[in-house]
């Protein structure tokens, strides 16, 4: 660890040399800006060699508090804006960013910005690291699951009141452009460390950054350069296309713009895409499909677990019709016997579409989702049902109907509590007097003592509660199915493609 200032400002030159593009012209003028932040007035120069981000972190945060430089509490801001300073210039990375894009390849240009947000401890990767990852395999498909060890889950009720919210704070949201260099506030993180790159969507301003906490490889959030809503229509599905043709590299999808089946920001348009193969894309198909109109294009319904229809075809004009007929045609869509309302007072029918190319063909993914709420299913008749709240009762969006499932932290610390209950250590009642939050499980640690009683290894239980969980992400996914995969779901299933034109021509 490194041990005084003079020291740890060498360190993060030789850092800034090694890692972040410091140049030659600029370093007098970063040591000096180095030395007036640890409040130093003289210099010496020593040859100092650090290249672990970790070490030079916690050598950063440890410092900064043996000199009294800052409150505990500020810590963070701290440590972010001497990240920035080793880091180059926005201008700097934009400019890289697109001669590596236009020179080199899109997968280039991506990785250099990435490295980039790695090396200047904008995206968490050490932190990532913890989180829990595995694939839950099933007959026909499989899904991702992992236990999010780094950010606090939201409930659907609180997520629709911050999505009515009207703003006039700087910046208005956490996607806000202006969070650029921003060096937060309580209720948002510090970004002085971002680094993001603009470019055209349809004829709009957007801009591409990565996630700090990136759920899957490469994870970036596409963001409009306005703070302006969420919204699904045709020019989505321009901007889309325009996104893959020019990160070929990357799938990129939009959330639903409705709560429930939404993600978590609504006021501010955004996509998230990334480099990561979702489960959804190795599905198979269950039918093939043909429209009248459409003969260059292969369409097919998903055997998959939500209602999703897919469509390939190297015909850009093609895929974005195809999505806005579909979307005008489900907008309105109504089929009563299976619950299915289009709108109330409010909009319910909604869309999630994820494109993709492969082979310089475009692949679009529609997921057909409905938000409506009744007595009988008060979150959502298409969302997560009560027995399965326990792991998850959040929004279901683009993520997990691509079938990656994002679990809440609190799930490690609850499911140590109740292994000791499976392997007979404690008893259920007093392992929810002492740990009141795990009541939530009560149900599901009924049915596993009834089946697998209380006598088992650990080795035993990590399976008995993976499985568990799997077969419950399954069954949430299959909540959210707007057609059952039963023989009353294909009916009406059936129904809808009489309704949009689509004719099956083989399963
Ligand atoms: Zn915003």
Redesign the pocket.
């Known amino acids: 660890m490194i041990k005084d200032s003079n020291t740890l400002v060498n360190s993060l030159i030789h850092y800034g040399r090694e890692k972040l593009y410091l140049s030659n012209i600029d370093e007098i003028h970063l040591r000096n800006r180095l030395l007036a932040k640890f409040k130093l007035e003289e210099y010496f120069p020593s040859d100092e060699k650090a290249n672990k981000l970790d070490e030079l972190i916690t050598s950063i945060e440890q410092i900064a508090l043996h000199e009294k430089l800052v409150e505990e509490g500020e810590l963070e801001t701290f440590t972010t804006a001497i990240m920035d300073m080793i880091s180059p210039l926005p201008s700097f990375v934009q400019t890289t960013f697109f001669d590596l894009l236009h020179h080199n390849s899109s997968e280039e240009a991506c990785r250099f910005l990435f490295n980039l947000q790695v090396d200047n401890d904008y995206i968490k990767l050490s932190k990532i690291k913890l989180n829990l990852f595995w694939k839950a395999n099933f007959p026909n498909n499989y899904l991702e699951i992992t236990i999010n060890l780094s950010k606090p889950e939201k409930d659907n009720k609180v997520t629709a009141k911050l999505a009515r919210e009207v703003?006039s704070k700087y910046?208005?949201?956490?996607?806000?452009?202006?969070n650029l260099g921003y060096a937060g506030r309580h209720d948002s993180p510090p970004r002085q460390n971002i680094r993001l790159v603009d470019f055209k969507l349809g004829d709009e301003d957007w801009f591409m950054q990565y996630s700090p906490y990136q759920y899957y490889e490469e994870h970036v959030v596409i963001?409009?350069k306005?703070?302006v809503n969420m919204k699904i229509d045709e020019q989505t599905f321009i901007k889309l296309c325009d996104f893959v043709d020019l990160f070929p590299n990357y799938f990129v999808g939009s959330n639903a713009s409705l709560p429930i089946v939404g993600g978590s920001?609504l006021?501010?348009e955004h996509f998230q895409g990334g480099k990561h193969l979702m489960p959804i894309f190795a599905s198979a198909s269950k039918y093939e499909l043909r429209k009248k109109g459409y003969e260059d294009c292969k369409i097919s319904y998903l055997d998959w677990y939500n209602s999703c229809l897919k469509i390939t075809s190297s015909n850009r004009d093609k895929i974005i019709a195809f999505a806005s007929e579909i979307l005008a045609v489900w907008n309105k869509y109504r089929d009563e016997e299976i619950d299915l309302i289009p709108y109330t007072k409010e909009q319910h029918n909604a869309i999630t579409p994820i494109i993709r190319k492969v082979n310089h063909e475009y692949q679009l993914y529609i997921v057909l989702r409905n938000n409506r709420t009744n007595e009988e299913h008060p979150d959502g008749i298409f969302h997560a049902h009560r027995p399965f709240h326990n792991i998850k009762k959040e929004s279901i969006g683009l993520i997990e109907a691509m079938g990656l499932f994002i679990l809440p932290g609190r799930l490690k610390r609850q499911f140590t509590v109740i292994e000791d209950i499976l392997m007979g250590k404690v008893s259920q009642e007093e392992a929810i007097k002492l740990h009141p939050d795990i009541i939530i499980h009560q149900e599901m640690i009924n049915t596993l003592q009834k089946e697998y009683g209380i006598h088992n290894s650990k080795q035993q239980i990590k399976s008995i509660l993976e499985q568990y969980i799997n077969n419950t992400c399954r069954q949430i996914l299959e909540c959210t199915a707007i057609f059952k995969n039963t023989p009353m779901g294909d009916k009406h299933f059936r129904k809808f493609l009489q309704a949009i034109d689509l004719e099956i021509i083989g399963g």
């Open positions: 703003s910046p208005k949201c956490i996607l806000c452009y202006e963001i409009h306005k703070h920001i006021n501010h």
